[in-house]
């Protein structure tokens, strides 16, 4: 069996700042931090740190905050849009700090029909917005296998 590789992350960005956080062949996680626009589902007002996942072969299934399985909710594709591809978000209303992004540490991964995966925290130990200087933070793990 083989292992996969540990990936830690740990940083910051301004709101419409954009950053990849790991990828792993066909798949790709990247945090977007947003300044007083609309959170995954279009809430307006709200700063928000979002990692969402992509990829570059249509057939991905994903389980995290969204979920594409196959079934009725069809597949991670090519075309699937950021906020229908959520991995992990926080948001709070504007100027509001909010460090921590739920409490339950839920698993989630990504796999493309390739073979290639991700897998790690959906409610990372710190995802913030507004905190620690920053308008956005990101602190966790992934794993590519």
Known sequence: MAAGTLVRYSFT???GETREVDANGALKLTAHCIDNGADQNGNP????????ATTTQDGAVMAAVDSFDGGASGYLNAATAETDAVWSETAADDGVVKAFNGSDDD???????GGATISGLRDP??????????????RSWAIVQ
């Open 13 to 15: 960005l301004n709101g």
């Open 45 to 52: 007002g709200k700063d928000v740190a979002r990692i969402y």
């Open 107 to 113: 698993l989630a991964v990504a796999s493309a029909p």
């Open 125 to 138: 130990g710190v995802q913030g917005v507004n905190a620690f200087g920053a308008s956005c933070a990101y």
